[in-house]
């Protein structure tokens, strides 16, 4: 496809920002002196210039207003073990030893020298594939680099917008399912408008012979890749890397663009970020902007660029809105924020009153005592241990997981948890009641909320029964008279 | 009478040793007509029988060769012959370093290199429908393809790491009796690539094809095999002159007719 490009190049004196530029050229500034060129492949290079690259979620610094140059990308390949959550390990082949690989940004009119490494302990060839490349392959073709090579080839970008680059080495859907796939950004003349706060932010399924949560060494499931039955759906190459330690941040008042690409290689993100609306989106990365964006779709090998301005503090939840992904899959990141609150915007929480359809009044919320206790108690070991798993499965699963192996930095595990443990009534006392605040398990640090639960003494004293005797846990029998008598105690 | 036939019979003997010793370490494999992954004409392929080394060669073995043959030594070597990587284990032109193990195969030994080893043998280099015919039995059944087990096998390879350094060996022999086909190292065959690079006489591709994206997918006979296409893609990426730490090589001979 033929565009035609109207490039402006400034004299070098002035330092006005893009947008005053613009609007000088567009009303007023007609003694400058211009260039215009009628393609993109006219715009010259001067200088060479090693390009800088950068693992996520990071990007290199913004390009601003320099010239098209002679751009030089050095990107080494690794296969490499690495952790995909917790106690569960899996072989990446990485561009720049990261999932996803190292970013690249250039601008229109760049020419870039490319040089493709493949580390001499990988076992396998590799190449790359840069959607934002205009030939054969997108540059496939040229860098089909064997263990212990270096391949180079060179382009020319001609296209603004943000591109998704991958391995496109035979069987291709195995090298992107294990990780070889990253962003390119190919900024217009004069830049992106600069922001506050940019990051690189990139979807991936993972195929794991082991069920989510498995341990150990888990290789590549090629039937679940082919059938897209995913066991991970994940930000940033594993569970958890955007949580916790790795969380986003901002401050109130800033405006945020995040780089967000979809590696696949199976599945399409609705990229969706708990709590905020975008302010525009670049919709497939490319010129189209919408306005005003809950969720924004990211095909397998795309990508988008969206912005917002934060505008009061808290932790908003990036999420796949297929939202079991999120949840069960491990497609959950964060954005935390400080600052000032906002009541104008958003209150909080002012009131919990009762709702009752049949008659005025105001109530507070029943507590347990209010729970029915069951019609059948559980008469044995073994019937506790199933209806506690019964009730597990649709009480605690959703933040505690199948295997209570919990989410990291979000939410505790109860597989093999010290804290769990170590005390029983406390445990029955947090089910009971709830828990705020920092609490320590198994050497993390975790701060969430965990909400009162409705459940029956007898309900109660099974599901703990079940926690307590699973996963590796210390096998406690809990009698809903003990329940009871933690109950009382309050 | 008697000493006649014993005379004879020692003869016999003498001549079975011989022809052993000619083909010692070497495994007989019955050829039959298969389908490989990739083909150069037409899909199916026949393997007439022969013999293949039950082990790769090990970095003892080409000690041994580099010794009578000094033109294969790391400093004599023609870098048209092997590239810059050529032995770069050895510490010298006769020695491995200390952390090389002899039992291990040899790898960063080129296909010139391979091919001249094999030809001093009086063997030569398997063709890539050997190799492939015989690599694709498990220890039990010739033909293990289709096998969730063989291909999961194969894959774990692919992704264990430094696997090179382990001992020849130390897998199951397969039904033919040959070890380590899988599990160690990739392996030169005489026509490494006949089936990507020049592309030959395939009909929906060109060679360019091959090499990316939904290419690799025409063509191929078993798109679930991803094992083997692993090793195509290998074959592919690879030239004559180069050497490479997980690349090694086993040697494999015609049947003598006239036995």
Known sequence: MKIIFKFFVKNNTRNLSFLTLMSLLLFSCFEDKKTEYASAEEIPVNREMIAELTA?????????????KKLIVKMEILEEEGEITDG?????WTFGGSVPGSFIRTRVGDEIEFHLQNHPDNKLPHNIDLHAVTGPGGGAESSFVAPGHEKVFSFKVLNPGLYVYHCATAPVGMHIANGMYGLILVEPEGGLPIVDKEYYVMQGDFYTKGANGERGLQPFDMQKAVDEKADYVVFNGKVGALTGDGALTAKVGETVRLFVGNGGPGLVSSFHVIGEIFDKVHVEGGDLVNENVQTTMIPAGGAAIVEFKVDVPGTFILVDHSIFRAFNKGALGMLKVEGEKNKKIYSGELMDNIYLPEGPGIQSMPTTDEVKESDIPAQSFAEQMEFGKQIYGQTCIACHQAEGQGIPNAFPPLAKS??????????????????????????????????????????????????????????TVVTPQRVKNVKSKK | ????????????????????????????????????????????????DFKLDAYPVTNADYKEFVKKYPKWQKSKVKGLFADANYLRNWKSDLEYKDTENPKSPVTYVSWFAAKAYCECQ??????????????MADENTKDARIKKSYNEQIL?????????ENEIGQNPKNYWGVYDLHGLVWEWTSDFNSVLLSGES???????????????????????????FMRYAFRGSIKANYAIKNLGFRCAKDIDNTQ
């Open chain 1, 56 to 68: 996520p979620p990071f990007v290199p610094t913004p390009i601003g207003k320099r010239k098209a």
């Open chain 1, 88 to 92: 569960v390990r899996y072989v990446y």
């Open chain 1, 418 to 475: 010290d804290y769990l443990n170590a005390d029983v009534d406390r445990a029955i006392d947090i089910v009971l009641h709830g828990k705020t605040g920092e609490i320590t398990v198994n050497g993390q640090k975790y701060n969430s909320v965990m909400t009162r639960q409705s459940l029956s003494a007898e309900e109660i004293a099974n599901v703990m029964t079940y926690v307590y005797n699973s996963w590796g846990n210390n096998k």
């Open chain 2, 1 to 48: 009478m008697c000493t006649k036939t014993f005379r004879l019979t020692l003869v016999f003997i003498a001549m079975q040793m011989f022809s052993y010793g000619q083909s010692e370490g070497m495994v007989h494999i019955k050829g039959a007509r298969y389908i490989p992954l990739y083909g150069r004409d037409s899909t199916v392929v026949e393997v007439k």
């Open chain 2, 122 to 135: 009086g063997k030569r280099l398997p063709t890539m429908d050997e190799w492939e015919y015989a690599a």
């Open chain 2, 156 to 164: 774990a390879w692919y992704e264990a790491s430094r696997s090179n």
């Open chain 2, 202 to 228: 395939r009909k929906d591709n060109d060679k360019d094809n091959n090499l990316f994206c939904g290419s690799a997918a025409l063509g191929a006979t078993d798109l679930m095999n991803y094992a083997a």
